[in-house]
C-alpha cells in the first residue's frame, strides 16, 4: 500500500534549476531508503541520488555530483531533488523510490516501490 507521486519537473534551458518533489504514504514506519532515479529513452535507468531517511546521510551518482542534491521533510513525509546548474543530458524521466531493507544502494533491484515518474526536460 506504499504509495509515492513525484511532481515538480518541467522544461528547462541549460544552467537552469529546478526542483523535484516524492510525496510518499501508506506505510507506519518512519526508516527507510529513498533514491531518485532516472531514464531517457533508449538508455538504462541510472541511480541519480539517494538519502538515509533516518541519518540524512546521503549519497550521489558521479555523473550528478555537485549540481544535485536530495533533501527530506520528516513533517510531510517527504523528499526532493534539487537540481542546479543542469545540462541537456539529463533529461530523463525522474522516478522516486522506496526500500525499507537494511543498507543502501543505488541499483534499481534493491527498491520494491516506485512513483510514476516525472518528465525533466533541459534545452541547449
Known amino acids: 500500500q506504499v504509495q509515492l507521486v513525484e511532481s515538480g519537473g518541467g522544461s528547462v534551458q541549460a544552467g537552469g534549476s529546478l526542483r523535484l518533489s516524492c510525496a510518499a504514504s501508506?506505510?507506519?514506519?518512519?526508516?527507510?531508503?529513498m533514491g531518485w532515479f532516472r531514464q531517457a529513452p533508449g538508455k538504462q535507468r541510472e541511480g541519480v541520488a539517494v538519502?538515509?531517511?533516518?541519518?540524512?546521510?546521503?549519497s550521489y551518482a558521479d555523473s550528478v555530483k555537485g549540481r544535485f542534491t536530495i533533501s527530506q521533510d520528516n513533517a510531510k513525509n517527504t523528499v526532493y531533488l534539487q537540481m542546479n546548474s543542469l545540462k541537456p543530458e539529463d533529461t530523463a524521466i525522474y522516478y522516486c523510490?522506496?526500500?525499507?531493507?537494511?543498507?543502501?544502494?543505488?541499483?534499481?533491484?534493491?527498491?520494491?516501490?516506485w512513483g510514476q515518474g516525472t518528465q525533466v526536460t533541459v534545452s541547449s
Open positions: 538519502i538515509d531517511t533516518g541519518s540524512g546521510a546521503t
Open positions: 501508506g506505510y507506519t514506519s518512519s526508516r527507510k531508503y
Open positions: 523510490a522506496a526500500s525499507f531493507r537494511p543498507g543502501w544502494s543505488l541499483s534499481e533491484a534493491e527498491y520494491p516501490y
